[in-house]
Structure formats: C-alpha cells, structure tokens
C-alpha cells in the first residue's frame, strides 16, 4: 500500500512563506514525477509545481519567481517552498506522485491535501 503524507501548511500573513513536504511511503520500485497541485473553492484542481527524477522542473507561471520545489530522492520526499505569498495562493495543497508500483505500469497517487491560507 502506498501512501503520500503530507505536512507543513497553515496561516501566513501576505509577504510571508511556507514550505511543504510531502513523503511517499509503501511498496513500489520508483518514483517518476512528483508535484504539487492546489484547488481554491469554486475552482479547478491546477499544477502548481512538479520536477521529474531528474531534477527537471515545472511551474505555474502564477508562483514563477515565488515557489521553489525540490525533492531528495532517497527519502521519497518533494517539498514546495513557498515565498512571496498572496491571498490568491490560499488554496488545498494536494501532493501528488507518479509511481512505477509494478514492473509494467506507473500509477499516480495524491496526498490528503493540506490546507494553506494567506492573509492579506
């Protein structure tokens, strides 16, 4: 059974930060991609960040510039330092990974979300 944990979201006020960690736990051979996405009431779950394997990377072009994600492979974990925050970023931040959990597929997994909420 695979699990993502997540941890590090709250209250801050506007101009502040957060960082967000999420680690896979569980039964598979590797991770391929990992990321963030976020869902605002009334609106549709969006990618915030997400970096392959490999170390490459993808922003939002709404957190360029703010957000910085990063991941240490040998303890299965993605973070997501957010700076520079506004109200508009407050949101459910869900983890998300993709994993080889067989020799013939990849799967993709989500965190129980973790909430984050800017003040202005």
């Known amino acids: 059974q695979v699990q993502l944990v997540e941890s590090g979201g709250g209250l801050v006020q506007a101009g502040g930060s957060l960082r967000l960690s999420c680690a896979a736990s569980?039964?598979?051979?590797?991770?391929?991609?990992m990321g963030w996405y976020r869902q605002a009431p009334g609106k549709q779950r969006e990618l915030v960040a997400a970096?392959?394997?490999?170390?490459?990377?993808n922003y939002a072009d709404s957190v360029k510039g703010r957000f910085t994600i990063s991941r240490d492979n040998a303890k299965n974990t993605v973070y997501l330092q957010m700076n520079s925050l506004k109200p508009e970023d407050t949101a459910v931040y869900y983890c998300?990974?993709?994993?080889?959990?067989?020799?013939?597929?990849?799967?993709?997994?989500w965190g129980q979300g973790t909430q984050v909420t800017v003040s202005s």
């Open positions: 998300h990974a993709l994993l080889r959990v067989t020799v013939e597929g990849l799967y993709n997994y």
């Open positions: 569980g039964s598979f051979f590797s991770i391929n991609t």
């Open positions: 970096i392959t394997s490999g170390g490459s990377t």
